[in-house]
């Protein structure tokens, strides 16, 4: 059975830990929210102590073939685009070393014109010669295709499902290898099948009713758990931010809502790993470190070359795909959404210090498996 099969049915009746999972989403008064936060701090700190593991996204591109109403670099935004070569991501990289990263997450459109698999393979490759964790956000690929990269070095994977309602992926999906629901909802399979040591789910909050996407993600939390065992899971909630098109997000997830949403994660899935992006507010992220969150992007950039200006003189505009050379071009390439927090790596760390927590830079060698 796939978690495709789980889906067909109705997950939030499906477990008894999924049963009192959403029971922990129901709106609940200060005094309640206050005494769940504290039970998902105490568990924290028992299975993850008071340490942060921080990593920083690596865009190599934002070409993609895709149209998908919500995303920065949707097919249909007419936007300056930019595919790095290998020197340049080499370049961003060590800039990205240099202040302590020793985890990056290598982020890129779907588009194979301009991202083949070989392509993909050789920028793992060279990033993992400076740094010991690699961790991909790229297209679906099949088995085979993703031992190739994990041969290249990457250790980590991530794939969120946008929404797990299917009638909804369909109206904001409407164009491109994308559109296929099932193919994109049984990644985290593959990927495990081929051999990943960390796998990363989540849902793109706004995009769906947040208390059933939450419901739908927790089964595949679940059944990743169950199932792909040998494999560190994390989570994520990402809500959506501005980004080229416009979009406008169509139901609400406060901020409350999401503190909410955190805590009852932690409870329920005491082990699994949350991440945190730069997309919220520092107040936020400030708040969320004591209550589950276990690793946390940092002065991260959304657009290839956002790091150190690299590929400036290759960007171009594509309008619904038909690219336009560009010569007076007075910024560098579109980022993928806005972020809210712009403090710098050392900012972050100096916070993190301060609340009690410790940073933590590098947390994997592959000298491990060598002993």
């Given at each position: 059975m796939t978690f495709a099969d789980v889906l067909k049915s109705n997950p939030a009746l499906s477990t008894k830990?999924?049963?009192?999972?959403?029971?922990?989403?129901?709106?609940?008064?200060?005094?309640?929210?206050?005494?769940?936060?504290?039970?998902?701090?105490?568990?924290?700190?028992?299975?993850?102590?008071?340490?942060?593991?921080?990593?920083?996204?690596?865009?190599?591109?934002?070409?993609?073939?895709?149209?998908?109403?919500?995303?920065?670099?949707?097919?249909?935004?007419?936007?300056?685009?930019?595919?790095?070569?290998?020197?340049?991501?080499?370049?961003?990289?060590?800039?990205?070393?240099?202040?302590?990263?020793?985890?990056?997450?290598?982020?890129?459109?779907?588009?194979?014109k301009f991202i083949s698999n070989q392509h993909l393979v050789d920028v793992v490759r060279r990033v993992s010669r400076i740094v010991p964790s690699v961790s991909l956000e790229v297209a679906p690929l099949e088995i085979d295709e993703y031992r190739m990269t994990i041969g290249a070095g990457a250790e980590g994977l991530i794939v969120y499902q946008e929404t797990y309602d299917r009638a909804i992926y369909g109206t904001l999906h409407t164009a491109g290898p994308k559109k296929d629901f099932f193919w994109r909802l049984e990644t985290p399979e593959r990927a495990y099948a081929a051999?990943?040591?960390?796998?990363?789910?989540?849902a793109l909050f706004g995009l769906a009713p947040w208390r059933q996407e939450a419901i739908a993600l927790a089964s595949h939390v679940e059944f990743m758990l169950r199932r792909c065992w040998r494999s560190q899971v994390t989570v994520a909630f990402p809500r959506l931010r501005p980004a080229a098109g416009g979009f406008q997000p169509h139901y609400a997830l406060s901020d409350r809502e999401l503190i909410q949403l955190v805590c009852a994660f932690r409870v329920t899935f005491p082990q699994v790993g949350i991440v945190l992006s730069t997309r919220e507010p520092i107040w936020l992220r400030d708040t969320l470190v004591h209550l589950g969150v276990t690793t946390m992007s940092a002065g991260s950039r959304t657009s290839p070359g956002g790091y150190t200006g690299q590929g400036t003189e290759s960007l171009h505009l594509t309008v619904r795909g038909r690219i336009h050379n560009v010569s007076d071009a007075n910024s560098g390439a579109e980022p993928q959404f806005e972020i809210e927090d712009h403090r710098s790596p050392q900012e972050v760390a100096e916070a993190l210090a301060k609340a009690g927590i410790d940073p933590v830079w590098k947390d994997w060698d592959a000298a491990i498996l060598n002993v």
């Amino acid at each position: 059975m796939t978690f495709a099969d789980v889906l067909k049915s109705n997950p939030a009746l499906s477990t008894k830990t999924l049963v009192d999972f959403a029971k922990l989403l129901d709106p609940m008064d200060d005094r309640a929210l206050t005494s769940l936060a504290a039970n998902a701090k105490k568990i924290t700190h028992r299975f993850f102590g008071r340490t942060m593991r921080l990593f920083a996204p690596l865009y190599f591109s934002n070409e993609c073939v895709n149209s998908c109403s919500y995303c920065g670099f949707s097919r249909d935004n007419p936007i300056l685009r930019l595919t790095l070569t290998l020197d340049q991501v080499e370049r961003e990289a060590r800039f990205l070393a240099g202040l302590g990263f020793r985890s990056l997450l290598l982020v890129s459109g779907e588009h194979p014109k301009f991202i083949s698999n070989q392509h993909l393979v050789d920028v793992v490759r060279r990033v993992s010669r400076i740094v010991p964790s690699v961790s991909l956000e790229v297209a679906p690929l099949e088995i085979d295709e993703y031992r190739m990269t994990i041969g290249a070095g990457a250790e980590g994977l991530i794939v969120y499902q946008e929404t797990y309602d299917r009638a909804i992926y369909g109206t904001l999906h409407t164009a491109g290898p994308k559109k296929d629901f099932f193919w994109r909802l049984e990644t985290p399979e593959r990927a495990y099948a081929a051999g990943f040591r960390r796998l990363g789910l989540g849902a793109l909050f706004g995009l769906a009713p947040w208390r059933q996407e939450a419901i739908a993600l927790a089964s595949h939390v679940e059944f990743m758990l169950r199932r792909c065992w040998r494999s560190q899971v994390t989570v994520a909630f990402p809500r959506l931010r501005p980004a080229a098109g416009g979009f406008q997000p169509h139901y609400a997830l406060s901020d409350r809502e999401l503190i909410q949403l955190v805590c009852a994660f932690r409870v329920t899935f005491p082990q699994v790993g949350i991440v945190l992006s730069t997309r919220e507010p520092i107040w936020l992220r400030d708040t969320l470190v004591h209550l589950g969150v276990t690793t946390m992007s940092a002065g991260s950039r959304t657009s290839p070359g956002g790091y150190t200006g690299q590929g400036t003189e290759s960007l171009h505009l594509t309008v619904r795909g038909r690219i336009h050379n560009v010569s007076d071009a007075n910024s560098g390439a579109e980022p993928q959404f806005e972020i809210e927090d712009h403090r710098s790596p050392q900012e972050v760390a100096e916070a993190l210090a301060k609340a009690g927590i410790d940073p933590v830079w590098k947390d994997w060698d592959a000298a491990i498996l060598n002993v």
